[in-house]
């Protein structure tokens, strides 16, 4: 996009003069006389820079300046001022002008001090619009659920993320521990600062303790030069420390001095450096028998125990799974051109049915294969590994009975409860449109109102006034 400038002078000679020189070198370039239709003008239209002579009559360069950063406080202001005047401009940058320019004006110098500040607006864009993602990604309405538990741990995390204290994550693999560590860093008051994860399954004894902690030249074999630990260098922000569990009992040591004492000494080191970091942990082991074991310092973990939270297996909340399958066919949907579109209620009853051992992270990738392999605009089955094993318990929909039942009217009621919810999301999304929902479904209407009655869905409630079927 061609940056546009605003040049504010009552002296026509330097405006005409000026307006051609930025012209010449490919900007958009409008004048005016004075500070009032400045002030019209930024007001009906948006610009990249105001160049302005600081004397002039009625509303001067301070005045505009001042009405700027007001009114329009992105807009960047450059001062133009005579020799005589510069003690003036000076003060102009101090109530927050970018720069200034004597007259008669150096055509070189000035082009070069204005492409400095449209360069500095950009990066300054740029970096906004990273933060505004960022924080779009890990707010909490972006984190997939329509679980009443779930919702219930987005309430307490968005009373945490507000507080500077400790958080414990707990739960199975691939239930999303570290996107909800990232949620809490992002919604807090650190989120401008780094979020730095160490696994701390994924390293040796030597190298977990130095990648945390940092190390002196010379403090072991290899140890070439010094280097900053995760600690030091994410200070003011927070430090995920995914796999707590797995961490050797040596460093739990070290990891309370940092919770007791706000402090850390690198490897080789023989002086405290003191860092402000959070520390959010996660695991997927049992702690409290770790600790019974000798495995875990009891002290280590009432330091991070400070405010738990335990996010449940994707099997516990299948309401959750027509939902996130809908979430990754819009996220991954890019793999075939956005062809794959939808699930068949077939291949639905089957992700319903299976044990999910690997948890949201294993229902993402069966997702994207399926997309993949999928000819046409709709998965009509899924490839799923492994089958209900150990301990798992299926998922019975609330309208069975406690006690067991027959295969068959288990995968029928599971059927059931899935072909009613994918319904009830395109009756949603589609604000009751029967006509259009049977074509995405790939039915006709009279299996739709069928399907209505069977599951007792007023139709009413999804259409607006005057909407006809």
Not at 23 to 45: C, I, P, S
Request: hydrophobic share 40%.
């Amino acid at each position: 996009m061609i940056p546009t400038i605003l040049i504010v002078d009552d002296d026509k000679a330097f405006r005409i003069a000026t307006l051609a020189l930025l012209k010449d070198h490919g900007y958009q370039v409008h004048a005016a006389t004075n500070g009032q239709e400045a002030q019209r003008m930024l007001g009906e239209g948006r610009y990249d820079l105001v160049l302005s002579d600081l004397v002039m009559e009625g509303i001067n360069g301070i005045e505009l300046l001042q009405w700027i950063k007001t009114e329009l406080p992105e807009t960047p202001v450059m001062m133009i001022t005579g020799f005589g005047s510069i003690h003036t401009a000076v003060e102009a940058m101090r109530l927050g002008a970018y720069d200034y320019i004597t007259k008669p004006c150096d055509n070189d110098e000035l082009l070069i001090k204005i492409k400095r500040v449209l360069d500095e607006r950009q990066k300054e864009r740029e970096l906004r619009h990273l933060r505004d993602a960022i924080e779009e990604k890990y707010r909490f309405g972006s984190i997939v659920s329509r679980n009443e538990r779930m919702k219930k741990i987005f309430r307490l995390v968005q009373q945490v993320a507000e507080t500077d204290v400790t958080v414990l994550i707990l739960g199975e693999t691939g239930t999303g521990k570290e996107m909800l560590a990232k949620a809490i860093h992002f919604n807090s008051a650190r989120k401008t600062k780094s979020f730095m994860v160490i696994t701390c399954s994924a390293l040796s004894e030597t190298l977990l303790e130095s990648e945390l902690f940092g190390h002196e030249k010379g403090s072991f074999t290899g140890a070439q030069k010094q280097r900053i630990g995760k600690f030091e260098d994410a200070h003011g922000g927070t430090v995920f420390l995914d796999e707590i569990g797995d961490v050797p009992l040596h460093l739990q040591t070290k990891l309370l001095r940092v919770l007791q004492e706000k402090e850390i000494e690198r490897v080789g080191g023989n002086h405290p450096i003191p860092v402000d970091v959070r520390i959010i942990a996660a695991t997927n082991k049992n702690l409290t028998e770790m600790m019974k074991s000798g495995a875990f310092r009891e002290d280590l973990y009432y330091r991070l125990n400070v405010f738990p939270i335990e996010l449940p297996p994707l099997r516990e909340r299948l309401d959750d799974l027509p939902l996130l399958v809908e979430h990754f066919l819009q996220k991954h949907g890019t793999l075939t051109n956005g062809a794959v579109k939808r699930v068949s209620p077939a291949a639905m009853a089957m992700l319903m049915s299976h044990d999910w051992r690997g948890n949201v992270r294993e229902l993402e990738n069966v997702i994207k294969r399926a997309i993949i392999t999928t000819t046409g605009d709709t998965i009509q089955s899924v490839q799923l590994s492994g089958a209900h094993t150990g301990n798992f318990k299926p998922y019975m929909p609330k309208t069975t009975e406690s006690g067991e039942i027959p295969f068959k009217e288990y995968i029928k009621k599971v059927v059931f409860d899935a072909e009613s919810k994918y319904l009830v999301d395109m009756l949603e999304r589609h604000e009751g449109n029967i006509k259009m929902v049977a074509e995405l479904m790939e039915v006709d209407r009279k299996t739709i109102y069928r399907k209505l009655e069977e599951y007792g869905i007023d139709i009413s409630k999804y259409r607006h006034a005057g909407d006809a079927g």
